[in-house]
């Protein structure tokens, strides 16, 4: 009755016009989502292909081969991605080493003071990368590291080395494994705590013993989520940049990732090499797809194992006897004291002295906050500040609209355009950071369109490295409040745009907000990106960081921010935390 | 008024095309109540979500009291916010974020075309908490709510802003048995009061009859009979809608001619008289149904039948009491006939059987 006109009655032609602006909304997403991610590989592909010995690409240069056979004979190539991949599969293999006794211990038996372990264990989540590395080179550096000096000292050897060495691929892989241990953990965490117990109690019942059932049901039911992790975070592994950047470089360890970045900025000061590096990174490009297409399959198959039931009922826990539990609470304390309290006090202890000093009592007397005020007092440190802030949060916002929008596209309108996107974003969660970063960084030296050398650069890359960790966020968060809810309101004759408002962004809010404060941690944190399209007026912390790192210039003032980032980014992964358990509680 | 002309809608997926809508074609009178009865997969959500508008039909009219909110061939396509409808979903679709009185308000808030000023709104909401009987729940959290409050408070929220078409999909069947019942006539109640056209969903072929004027039974997406409740359920005018309807007796039987207002068949029983319903030539093979409930039973003196035609004489084999009714297999010769009696009291093992000619149904084998 609202909408009837009576005297136009029969005549009236109203053609719909939402149709239309859906469809246009559509492809213009479309359009600025392969933008931001395919194009700038397109510009490595087309990089991989010219000559660039004196010359950038996209400069009248000849098409050549060069740069793969360039990549393709040299042995150093086949080096470098027999390290990438033993340092990515040992990190992972040490990190899980860890992880899963955990798991077990804190999900399924009755540990003491659960809670508060969980949250040891997560802790280092609050850690950057390479905090961590700059932690453990102070820590295991081989002549004045103090692990190296105390063990030196108690043990009596006198050859003034070792006996631990940070700078090699031990080194990179203990500290990588250590930092893989909270993520992984929360990726897996939740199939312990789920675990349906009645396929356990029906082995029991069925007369099989403990060991039995562990081997021949709890395993294999948990092993698809726990090879989901291994695969997912061996991808992680190949792009890590930060380990192998702050630790790997100095000992003459090179991964893929920062053979890329050694290729774009020739230590020695000369052209960068951005054919060979591209073409570098489309080999990259190819061992990261790889492993995206496993872990699809994983992913895959991981659907045939019901192993959660959805009532929210929380297993009986197993009773853990005196010794084994004694034991197993020593575990947890080594190894909240390797992976947290060692690496803080080193940084808190360095940012406190004027210059470097080993531990001694004498030495504490010269303790000062003067490497604490210069952070506050820099005018250089401000602007810095206010340039990650800025680009966090431009990234954060940007990344998790596109991302909400995406994934509401491709959940309600099945088009063609979107499955492709779908699987688009799903692939690119596998593209490096540093893959990401040298692309758009060709690109837009080609494209004048005055954002090279901004904040600005660094923000498209962080759209074009997040978005697709943002949808994977917003479906689930989106497939949750179910399409009902969105028609119920336009049969109530709200237009689009009222639903929008109204019903669905108040819904989608928890999970979008977790998003933004993700990224934002991700961002203001990133060593890699930053560093890699790093001009004078786009200094970031993380930066600006491994610019002083890297020049030795002032040690103090490194570890006063480093702990100040930490400080921050620890209380915003709390943040993130708490929205988790929120989402997690069952409704009603 | 509603009326479907040649409406028709596909879905693709990934390889298949399945015709969900075929050529459908319908009129809903003004004031009354519609039902869609089918099984899962027939088409009959489709058909709704294509009159409120939420899809489109590939092609086909759709005229709302004499004016298209959808035609293929003029190309109108009136958006589901401007049709002024109101719509039950089977889910309820409450929204979490609202209490009570936010839901029910929202049409009024925010639909298109609203003008409402605050006190009417409130007038009007608490009118229609009051009339599902949830006045005093106005200010509860929609997430505190039982899936029967749930329902009531989806009730209210579709007819609050007095829309000119009701529409409802399955508003029943999360519901558990005993509440459904109870929810079932009030809502025919309500139905009743309010005369508002109404296009009601559902799988439940009690739930059809007790709500309906008119009951539709699709199946693949068509419309294979609408008929009053009583018609359908005693004279279904296909095997499948025998079927689905509810237990039927079927009996192999041979057209011999006609008599009367009646169609004679053979069968091995003996002769039956039967509905006339289309041309048949005799000799023609055919099924004849009889809903167990049809069948009457007739007493110690062999009385209750009218006159001797359609009257056998059995041999009672099981007797299974079920609280409202008592289920007895006759043998009747070689063959079974089921009866659903609701005297419970202990039968005599030689029976005799009365199949009242209106109830015994002729189908093509």
């Known amino acids: 009755m609202a909408v009837e006109v009576p005297h136009l009655r029969g005549r009236r032609t109203v053609v719909s016009t939402a149709g239309l602006g859906r469809r246009l909304s559509r492809w213009l997403l479309l359009a600025v989502l392969a933008y931001l991610i395919l194009v700038p590989l397109g510009m490595l592909l087309f990089s991989s292909f010219r000559d660039t010995t004196n010359r950038l690409p996209f400069e009248a240069t000849p098409w050549t081969l060069s740069n793969y056979s360039n990549v393709f004979t040299s042995g150093s190539t086949y080096r470098v991605l027999g390290i990438s991949l033993g340092y990515a599969a040992g990190s992972l293999a040490l990190a899980f080493l860890i992880v899963l006794p955990l798991a077990f211990l804190l999900e399924r038996t ?3 003071m659960q809670r508060t372990l969980r949250l040891v ?135 893929l990732s920062t053979r890329v970045y050694y290729l774009v900025n020739p230590p020695t000061g000369g052209l960068p090499a951005y054919g060979v590096a591209a073409a570098f990174g489309v080999v990259t490009l190819i061992v990261a797809g790889a492993l995206v297409v496993a872990y699809r399959r994983v992913l895959g198959d991981r659907s045939r194992f019901v192993t959660v039931g959805s009532r929210g009922f929380r297993p009986e826990l197993i009773k853990l006897r005196p010794w084994p539990r004694r034991l197993a609470v020593s575990g947890v304390g080594l190894y909240a004291l390797i992976a947290i309290v060692l690496p803080i006090l080193v940084l808190l202890w360095e940012s406190l002295l004027p210059n470097y000093a080993d531990f001694s009592i004498s030495s504490l007397k010269q303790l000062t906050f003067s490497a604490y005020s210069q952070v506050f007092s820099d005018p250089s440190t401000g602007s810095i500040v206010v340039h990650t802030v800025v680009m966090a949060s431009v990234s954060a916002v940007l990344i998790m609209a596109l991302a909400s929008l995406t994934a509401w596209f491709a959940l309600r309108d099945r088009s063609r355009g979107f499955k492709v996107a779908e699987f688009v974003l799903f692939a690119s969660v596998g593209i490096p950071s540093v893959i990401v970063a040298v692309s758009i960084g060709l690109l837009y030296l080609w494209l004048h369109v005055g954002i090279y050398g901004t904040i600005w650069i660094l923000v498209l890359a962080m759209a074009a490295r997040y978005i697709p960790y943002g949808t994977t966020v917003m479906t689930p968060a989106l497939m949750q409040v179910g399409r009902d809810l969105e028609d119920a309101s336009t049969m109530c004759g709200a237009s689009q745009w009222q639903t929008l408002r109204r019903i669905l962004f108040p819904l989608i809010w928890p999970s979008f907000a977790r998003g933004m404060l993700w990224t934002f941690i991700q961002a203001a944190r990133d060593a890699t990106i930053v560093v890699l399209l790093l001009s004078i007026g786009n200094v970031t912390i993380g930066s600006d960081l491994y610019q002083t790192w890297a020049s030795s210039a002032n040690l103090s003032y490194a570890c006063a921010l480093s702990i100040l980032l930490v400080i921050v980014s620890s209380a915003l992964t709390l943040l993130v935390l708490r929205f988790d358990s929120v989402a997690r509680r069952p409704a009603g | 008024m509603i009326s479907f002309r040649g409406v028709t809608k596909t879905f693709a997926d990934a390889e298949r095309r399945h015709l969900a809508l075929n050529e459908v074609g319908f009129d809903v009178p003004q004031g009354s109540v519609y039902v869609l009865l089918g099984p899962s997969g027939c088409g009959k959500t489709t058909l709704l979500r294509c009159l409120a508008g939420i899809e489109t039909p590939d092609s086909g009219e759709i005229e709302v009291d004499g004016e298209a909110v959808f035609s293929s061939s ?66 509860r959290s929609a997430t505190r709510l039982s899936g029967g409050q749930q329902q009531r408070v989806a009730l209210a929220r579709a007819v609050v802003h007095e829309p000119r078409v009701l529409l409802m999909d399955e508003p029943l069947s999360n519901l558990d048995a005993q509440l459904r019942a109870q929810t079932r006539k009030q809502l025919a109640e309500l139905l009743g009061k309010l005369g508002t056209t109404t296009v009601y969903v559902t799988h439940d072929q009690i739930e059809a009859m007790a709500l309906a004027d008119v009951v539709a039974v699709m199946h693949d997406g068509m419309i294979q009979q609408s008929a009053s409740p009583r018609e359908l359920y005693y004279r ?9 309807m509810g237990d039927m007796n079927w009996l192999e039987a041979t057209i011999r001619g006609s008599e009367g207002d009646h169609v004679v068949v053979d069968t091995a029983l003996g002769q039956l008289r039967c509905v006339t319903n289309g041309e048949r030539r005799p000799g023609t093979p055919v099924t004849v149904g009889i809903r167990p409930l049809a069948v009457r039973l007739l007493d110690a003196a062999g009385n209750g039948s009218n006159g001797r035609v359609n ?6 084999t099981e007797t299974m009491f079920l609280g409202d009714a008592t289920a007895l297999t006759v043998r009747v010769g070689d063959n079974v006939v089921e009866v659903l009696t609701p005297d419970a009291q202990p039968h005599q093992p030689q029976l005799g059987l009365y199949l009242p000619p209106d109830s015994c149904v002729i189908y093509d084998r």
């Open chain 1, 110 to 112: 009755d540990f003491p």
């Open chain 1, 121 to 255: 264990v997560l802790a280092p989540l609050g850690l950057p990368a390479f905090v961590g590395a700059m932690a453990w080179i102070l820590l295991a550096e081989s002549k004045i590291g103090l692990i190296n000096l105390v063990l030196r000292y108690v043990f009596g050897i006198t050859s003034g080395e070792g006996p631990f060495n940070i700078y090699s691929i031990g080194g990179m892989i203990f500290v990588t494994g250590l930092l893989f241990v909270p993520s992984i953990y929360l990726m897996i965490s939740g199939t312990f705590t789920r675990f349906d117990p009645a396929f356990e109690e029906s082995s029991a019942t069925s007369g099989a013993s403990f060991l039995t059932t562990l081997r021949r049901i709890t395993v294999p039911l948990l092993s698809p989520s726990i090879l989901g992790a291994a695969v997912f975070f061996m991808i992680v592994g190949i792009e890590a940049f930060e380990v192998p950047a702050f630790i790997g470089i100095p000992g003459g360890i090179y991964t």
């Open chain 2, 74 to 139: 003029r190309g109108v396509m009136v958006p589901a916010h401007r049709r002024g409808f109101g719509f039950v979903f089977q889910s309820y679709a409450i929204w979490p974020h609202m209490n009570v009185f936010e839901n029910v308000a929202y049409p009024l808030r925010f639909g298109q075309g609203q003008r409402v000023s605050r006190d009417e709104l409130g007038r009007r909401v608490l009118a229609a908490l009051d009339m599902v009987g949830l006045k005093q729940y106005a200010e």
């Open chain 2, 236 to 244: 279904p005018a296909t095997r499948f809608i025998a079927d689905f």
């Open chain 2, 311 to 316: 009257v056998f004489n059995g041999e009672l």
